[in-house]
RNA sequence: GCGCCCGUAGCUCAGUGGAUAGAGCACUGGUUUCCGAAACCAGGGGUCGCAGGUUCGAGUCCUGCCGGGCGCACCA
């Protein structure tokens, strides 16, 4: 079904329409002075330039074309049909104009109650499915064999994830892929350090690799020499040493259970559990057919792919295939990885969830992919980046020893937190442990994704953990606690026999609730074309915070009029449909209690 | 040196070229015989880094400067 807005643009498009406008700027949004109106289009203004007019009189023009929609002459408009009425109500209360020509639209709370009881029994509460079937591939998470997932992965992983369940809302098919880093100089320098502690070939745990990939990076930070030997070992690996491979596979295997435990603590999803050696095999083919179309050329000992375009601000260095060495880099795996991709799958956009600073590589990559012939104009490649996580002094984050934060550490202590609010709040007391250690669980991750996805992405942002789990204001927990409320609200009117109605009655007091409903298409195709889940979050915050006022201002089970009452449950009961929802395609769980 | 990102309230952040720039935290005051007060209501707090320009209209677009972060061939 189509959005509030949507309708309403529809309408004042025709009327622009009617007067040989550009019917784009019939736009209706949301009113930013509710104290004037509900909606607005400032379509009125662009049209004076076009047309030489004043602005007032051309939103005088449309007023009266819109009153006269759907009861006189002018209710076809380029042969369809226009009408302001809507099931037998009046779609506009009134149209005024202000200011220099802003057309202040009123919608009649009969039509509004119409349109919320219509997205009520969409199971998809109004949110439109994309019509054609496309895939979309969504490469996030990213974490290295045998390196100690940190906090450096939370974001890309949750982002990444929140981005894989809303492009899935929209009904795209999504694939997310882990994408392991497994295939790079640490392995050399993990298996090196194995070599040099005479422990190549036995079988290690991840508390040894926790400690062996730290000391390996730092000898050869420390030793050239021994950084020399770990690239030797890399490219013996990648060639296919035996015993390289089989002690590579012993600690990935061990490696991968840990990284499995980390997203499962933070419920993060993939679909693919690929790394880089996946596509060993195809490196050879394709860097042999990007040298026989002539793209791959020699520079400076490496093959390299030029991928300087005209009109390049910057320079642009080439892609490089092959080292000097005869080894590959991660830009060759990650070419091979899309050749992969559109082979298997034909994506229709492949999106990675990667750290903004390496904005150049992927443009590097992609450029390649276009130039090489691998992906398609039509596959759309996107670098959806994201700042880094600073600790609360504004520098990268952190341990209080200076070390950087393992993600295992920070969960726990996140969950540490959330324990103590709720023994502090008295709350869940009757609570029998187990379910209690899962709401401590599902609070701390709501805040720590909460806190992170509130964020425009690309920016950076500072990360308090004080702050984020304080359950104050706007953060997971206080979205939890207010979708829980309404949940419990709605047992109870349950058990009194209380059904949410099919049909809305507005008055004052659920008149802001209400249109706020009405803002969800809205809100999710703006997060889902810009790959942006913080415009989700503040929406959520905003029902939430808008139901909390509600819920504040009148009683619900104890008013009298029937339809007043159901209509009041029914306003809840889409609520806590519209936050769950919500809440969902932020990858955020809600207990039942807490 | 070249390029990218950021600069909005004391702090953390929103803000698709439109009206009087908004939230949260912190601060001040108020609200519980009633549905969950982790709540709600009200208040103070701004040279939108600076200077030009485009526009009927600029926090938003363009140019320059200042401040911060990051990146620029054989790490990922």
Same mark, same amino acid.
């Given at each position: 079904?189509?959005?509030?807005?949507?309708?309403?643009?529809?309408?004042?498009?025709?009327?622009?329409?009617?007067?040989?406008?550009?019917?784009?700027?019939?736009?209706?949004?949301?009113?930013?002075?509710?104290?004037?109106?509900?909606?607005?289009?400032?379509?009125?203004?662009?049209?004076?330039?076009?047309?030489?007019?004043?602005?007032?009189?051309?939103?005088?023009?449309?007023?009266?074309?819109?009153?006269?929609?759907?009861?006189?002459?002018?209710?076809?408009?380029?042969?369809?049909?226009?009408?302001?009425?809507?099931?037998?109500?009046?779609?506009?209360?009134?149209?005024?104009?202000?200011?220099?020509?802003?057309?202040?639209?009123?919608?009649?709370?009969?039509?509004?109650?119409?349109?919320?009881?219509?997205?009520?029994?969409?199971?998809?509460?109004?949110?439109?499915?994309?019509?054609?079937?496309?895939?979309?591939?969504?490469?996030?998470?990213?974490?290295?064999?045998?390196?100690?997932?940190?906090?450096?992965?939370?974001?890309?992983?949750?982002?990444?994830?929140?981005?894989?369940?809303?492009?899935?809302?929209?009904?795209?098919?999504?694939?997310?892929?882990?994408?392991?880093?497994?295939?790079?100089?640490?392995?050399?320098?993990?298996?090196?350090?194995?070599?040099?502690?005479?422990?190549?070939?036995?079988?290690?745990?991840?508390?040894?690799?926790?400690?062996?990939?730290? @000391?390996?990076? /730092?000898?050869?930070?420390? +030793?050239? =020499?021994?950084? &020399?030997? *770990? %690239? !030797? @070992?890399?490219? /013996?690996?990648?060639?296919? +040493?035996? =015993?390289?491979? &089989?002690? *590579? %596979? !012993?600690?990935?295997?061990?490696?991968?259970?840990?990284?499995?435990?980390?997203?499962?603590?933070?419920?993060?999803?993939?679909?693919?559990?690929?790394?880089?050696?996946?596509?060993?095999?195809?490196?050879?083919?394709?860097?042999?057919?990007?040298?026989?179309?002539?793209?791959?050329?020699?520079?400076?000992?490496?093959?390299?792919?030029?991928?300087?375009?005209?009109?390049?601000?910057?320079?642009?260095?080439?892609?490089?295939?092959?080292?000097?060495?005869?080894?590959?880099?991660?830009?060759?795996?990650?070419?091979?990885?899309?050749?992969?991709?559109?082979?298997?799958?034909?994506?229709?956009?492949?999106?990675?969830?990667?750290?903004?600073?390496?904005?150049?590589?992927?443009?590097?990559?992609?450029?390649?992919?276009?130039?090489?012939?691998?992906?398609?104009?039509?596959?759309?490649?996107?670098?959806?980046?994201?700042?880094?996580?600073?600790?609360?002094?504004?520098?990268?984050?952190?341990?209080?020893?200076?070390?950087?934060?393992?993600?295992?550490?920070?969960?726990?202590?996140?969950?540490?937190?959330?324990?103590?609010?709720?023994?502090?709040?008295?709350?869940?007391?009757?609570?029998?442990?187990?379910?209690?250690?899962?709401?401590?669980?599902?609070?701390?991750?709501?805040?720590?994704?909460?806190?992170?996805?509130?964020?425009?992405?690309?920016?950076?942002?500072?990360?308090?953990?004080?702050?984020?789990?304080?359950?104050?204001?706007?953060?997971?927990?206080?979205?939890?606690?207010?979708?829980?409320?309404?949940?419990?609200?709605?047992?109870?009117?349950?058990?009194?026999?209380?059904?949410?109605?099919?049909?809305?009655?507005?008055?004052?007091?659920?008149?802001?609730?209400?249109?706020?409903?009405?803002?969800?298409?809205?809100?999710?195709?703006?997060?889902?074309?810009?790959?942006?889940?913080?415009?989700?979050?503040?929406?959520?915050?905003?029902?939430?915070?808008?139901?909390?006022?509600?819920?504040?201002?009148?009683?619900?089970?104890?008013?009298?009029?029937?339809?007043?009452?159901?209509?009041?449950?029914?306003?809840?009961?889409?609520?806590?449909?519209?936050?769950?929802?919500?809440?969902?395609?932020?990858?955020?769980?809600?207990?039942?209690?807490?």
């Amino acid at each position: 079904m189509t959005s509030l807005a949507e309708k309403l643009t529809e309408i004042t498009g025709a009327a622009f329409a009617a007067l040989d406008l550009p019917v784009e700027l019939g736009q209706v949004r949301v009113s930013d002075r509710p104290d004037l109106a509900q909606f607005q289009c400032n379509g009125a203004m662009s049209a004076a330039k076009l047309a030489s007019k004043n602005p007032r009189e051309i939103a005088g023009e449309i007023q009266t074309k819109l009153l006269g929609f759907g009861h006189d002459r002018d209710t076809y408009v380029n042969s369809e049909y226009v009408s302001v009425h809507y099931q037998g109500h009046e779609v506009f209360k009134n149209i005024e104009i202000a200011g220099p020509g802003f057309i202040n639209l009123n919608i009649t709370d009969e039509y509004l109650a119409a349109h919320l009881a219509d997205s009520a029994v969409d199971e998809r509460l109004g949110v439109e499915k994309i019509t054609k079937q496309e895939t979309i591939v969504l490469d996030y998470g990213g974490p290295n064999i045998a390196k100690p997932m940190h906090v450096g992965h939370l974001r890309s992983s949750v982002i990444g994830d929140s981005l894989r369940r809303i492009c899935g809302f929209a009904g795209f098919k999504t694939i997310g892929d882990v994408h392991f880093g497994d295939w790079g100089l640490h392995m050399g320098q993990v298996i090196t350090e194995l070599e040099e502690r005479g422990i190549l070939g036995q079988n290690v745990t991840l508390e040894q690799l926790e400690e062996i990939y730290p @000391a390996a990076s /730092k000898a050869c930070k420390e +030793d050239e =020499a021994r950084l &020399k030997k *770990a %690239q !030797q @070992a890399t490219r /013996k690996f990648q060639d296919g +040493d035996p =015993a390289y491979r &089989k002690a *590579a %596979q !012993q600690f990935a295997e061990v490696s991968i259970e840990g990284i499995k435990q980390n997203f499962g603590a933070l419920g993060v999803h993939f679909d693919l559990w690929k790394g880089e050696a996946d596509v060993h095999e195809m490196i050879a083919p394709m860097v042999n057919r990007l040298k026989t179309k002539g793209f791959a050329e020699e520079s400076e000992g490496a093959l390299v792919i030029s991928v300087e375009q005209e009109g390049d601000k910057k320079e642009m260095p080439p892609l490089i295939l092959l080292k000097s060495d005869g080894g590959v880099m991660y830009g060759t795996t990650d070419l091979a990885t899309i050749v992969e991709r559109m082979e298997e799958y034909k994506p229709a956009r492949i999106i990675y969830v990667v750290d903004q600073r390496q904005s150049l590589h992927f443009e590097q990559v992609f450029r390649a992919a276009y130039k090489g012939g691998i992906v398609p104009d039509s596959t759309e490649l996107t670098h959806a980046g994201f700042g880094t996580m600073n600790g609360p002094d504004g520098k990268p984050f952190k341990t209080r020893a200076g070390g950087v934060m393992r993600l295992e550490e920070l969960i726990s202590m996140g969950i540490e937190k959330a324990t103590a609010r709720l023994d502090e709040a008295e709350l869940a007391r009757d609570i029998e442990a187990s379910e209690r250690a899962d709401i401590a669980q599902k609070v701390a991750i709501a805040a720590i994704k909460f806190a992170d996805l509130q964020n425009n992405r690309i920016a950076d942002y500072v990360f308090d953990i004080d702050r984020m789990t304080s359950f104050e204001g706007k953060t997971g927990p206080y979205l939890l606690y207010q979708a829980v409320r309404i949940k419990s609200l709605l047992r109870k009117a349950q058990a009194q026999g209380f059904e949410p109605g099919k049909e809305f009655t507005i008055q004052d007091s659920d008149r802001s609730l209400a249109l706020l409903l009405t803002e969800l298409p809205d809100v999710f195709e703006g997060a889902l074309k810009n790959y942006t889940p913080h415009l989700l979050c503040e929406y959520a915050y905003r029902l939430a915070q808008e139901f909390s006022s509600f819920y504040a201002a009148c009683h619900i089970l104890s008013e009298e009029d029937e339809a007043l009452r159901s209509s009041r449950l029914a306003l809840c009961e889409l609520t806590h449909r519209q936050i769950a929802l919500v809440l969902g395609l932020l990858g955020i769980e809600i207990p039942e209690r807490m």
